[in-house]
């Protein structure tokens, strides 16, 4: 199966900075999509080692108020699944665009939910923000499995 390329572009709130990826685009349907980028070297996330040639999968909604990731290791194991708080939320054929709100949350290999980096939110935040923030990160740790479970059944349309 060919896929097309894509750019994933990703607006950092906090530093104003953008991180641009080179990306297989997977699916593009109406206002959700799916990007597939193969990291290029280990990173650890939340003391998870994820190996060079981890395959990601981002999911992307133009209507939700975050962006998913799902981590396999070469070999197909799934590692864990990792929310980003976002806004701003674009997809088009050629680039998926947002901005990524500091806040993530973690989901390990043993469905444990795990806050991150809220402490980085600043204390002068936009009190609008701060509770989109907080309201996104409160509906995903209700609702991660269930957003799993959807997420899953939209890449076995793929496969």
Known sequence: MTFSRC????????TGKTRIFDCDRLLLKNDFGILRYILKESIIVNKLKLPENTVTYGFYWQNRPYTLYRWFDPQGV????YFNIADNVHISPEQFEWRDLIVDVFISQQGRATVLDEDELPADLDIDLSACIHRAT???????TNILSEAGLLADTLF
Not at 7 to 14: A, N
Not at 78 to 81: A, C, F, Q, T, Y
Not at 138 to 144: K, V
Request: glycine share 6%.
């Open 138 to 144: 409160e509906h995903i740790i209700r609702n991660y």
């Open 7 to 14: 750019r994933e572009i990703k607006h950092l709130l906090l």
């Open 78 to 81: 799934h590692l864990g699944d």
